[in-house]
């Protein structure tokens, strides 16, 4: 790190790195040893103040937090990565790990020092964290774990218990950026194959030689700057240089899947939670017609692959990074089925979501400051974001195929109301475009229709718009049908 001057150290902000020895070891072996190197320390100071075997729980029983704290000024970052120690045991050998999970339990352990203790959650400790980096005037910033070198069937781990995911969720509760560290790992080692990434774990499966540490270092940068973050513009040739990594916030939290197996065609599904709700699990009783899709294929001949994820629109689907990471999996031979439309019809630049596309199919385009990305953002139009879905997906030897939203549950003199916007304007990017389309839309309504507002109530989880278990099979039989239906069918040879 470069040396400044005290009046220049009372000026410029700090980003303050706190973690475990993933982030800090000897001889450069940590994350944020070279991290530093990517920003220009004229503007910006990085501190490393990771210490190696400490936990959430014992960083701030240990004192090592309050010395952070009490340097914090206004204007500073505190970047958070804790996880890789907090599973350990709370009483035995290094004492050192926290209960599990998000809440407020806690429980008194004798020590193998004879002291008593009160221990709490990794999720008490985070926030207790965050929450006095925030009263400092600081930016806290969570991270995802870094990754094991531990490989199955050609793919690397990426989970390390729960710990990725429960970070994900305190940042989502505390409104706060969460950089995907795993996945952004874990992607890049996927692609670069066992072979390679093994000789940067020359000791165990979790700690890096200082050429990994640098390859870590490169992809927080890059995942910094795929979440939009100030501190970029705070970076040197080399961080500027590096290319960002599209941040979905919910990605780690939502366990989206990968194909099963990478040498399989895929069945890649885009969309929103009328496709795939929450975690794809059945939360509140609502699914999406996307998980029993999958029943409906022989999964020894192909990969069925969810990546919808609830409450995005087409716009947002793009801008927040889901299409990237669906690109980045998609090869020629695979098939993309998608389907837009029910979060399309919302306000441009409202402080809550600012998802809504411009209406129509068109190349119209509005400007506007995004609330949420405090970034200066072009809006296009309904129909313009499917077709970049569309030819993004020829260009990568992909099929796409065009799904109309299913409809609503509203009923009006007996029949269940169509879409006379959403469904049509998909319906001419298809027709545009030379792809085949499937009219849930009208398919669906029509089995409504004839099953009768009796049978219908059932088949939904919510008031008009989620369905059941059963409303997401019927809907999924739906699919099917129309797939088989169409004159180029590219799945045929993949149905049960």
């Known amino acids: ?58 960083f701030l029983t240990e004192g090592l937090w309050e010395k952070v704290r009490a340097e914090l000024k206004p204007g500073d970052t505190v970047l958070i990565q804790f996880g890789h120690n907090d599973g350990s045991a709370p009483d035995k050998d290094r004492a050192r790990g926290s209960l599990p999970g998000l809440g407020d339990e806690s429980k008194e352990f004798t020590l193998p020092n004879g002291k008593q203790e009160t221990v709490f959650t990794f999720g008490h400790y985070m926030r207790q964290i965050i929450a006095e980096a925030k009263a400092a005037g600081a930016q806290p910033v969570v991270l995802g774990l870094t990754v094991r070198s531990i490989w199955k069937e050609g793919k690397v781990e990426r989970a390390n218990g729960q710990f990725s995911q429960w970070s994900a969720a305190i940042a989502k509760t505390a409104g706060l950026p969460f950089i995907d560290v795993t996945n952004a790992i874990a992607d890049q080692y996927d692609k670069l194959g066992e072979e390679k990434v093994k000789p940067w774990f020359p000791e165990d499966h979790t700690h890096t030689s200082p050429e990994g540490a640098e390859f870590t270092a490169s992809l927080v940068v890059a995942g910094l700057k795929g979440s939009n ?32 197996d990478p040498k399989l065609p895929s069945l890649l599904l885009i969309g929103d939670s009328t496709v795939r709700n ?131 549950k509203t009923w009006k003199d007996g029949k269940i109301a169509r879409s006379n916007d959403y469904a049509k304007w998909a319906a001419e990017v298809a027709a545009q475009e030379s792809v085949e389309v499937v009219d849930l839309n009208e398919r669906i309504a029509a089995r409504y229709d004839a099953l009768g507002a009796e049978k219908v109530e059932p088949l939904f989880g919510d008031e008009h718009t989620h369905t059941s278990r059963a409303g997401a099979e019927l809907n999924a039989e739906t699919v099917i049908e129309a797939l088989r239906s169409l004159k180029t069918n590219p799945v045929a040879s993949y149905l049960k």
Not at 375 to 395: M, S
């Open 1 to 58: 790190m470069a040396l400044l001057c005290v009046s220049s150290l009372a000026q410029v902000p700090t980003i303050w790195v706190v973690g475990d020895s993933t982030a800090s070891n000897v001889n450069h072996r940590g994350w944020a040893d070279p991290f530093a190197n990517y920003f220009d320390q004229a503007k910006v100071r990085t501190v490393n103040r990771a210490r190696a075997g400490r936990s959430s729980r014992t």
């Open 229 to 260: 973050s100030p501190l970029a513009a705070f970076l040197s040739e080399k961080g500027l240089a590096v290319e960002k990594y599209p941040s979905a916030l919910v990605t780690t939290g939502l366990r989206l899947p990968e194909p099963r």
């Open 278 to 408: 929450g975690r794809g699990d059945g939360a509140n009783g609502q699914w999406g017609w996307g998980e029993p899709l999958v029943d409906h294929f022989d999964t020894t001949k192909i990969n069925v692959v969810n990546r919808a994820v609830g409450g995005l629109s087409s716009r947002t689907y793009l801008t927040g990074g889901h299409w990237d990471k669906v690109l980045a999996m998609m090869k020629p031979g695979d098939v993309v089925l998608m389907q837009f439309g029910h979060n399309d019809n919302g306000p441009l630049d409202d402080a809550a979501r600012a998802r809504g596309t411009l209406k129509g199919a068109g190349e119209e385009t509005r400007e506007v400051d995004n609330p949420i990305t405090k970034q200066h953002e072009v809006v296009h139009t309904y129909g313009w974001y499917l077709r970049k879905f569309i030819r993004d997906a020829k260009a990568k030897g992909a099929t796409p195929i065009m799904c109309t939203l299913i409809p609503r």
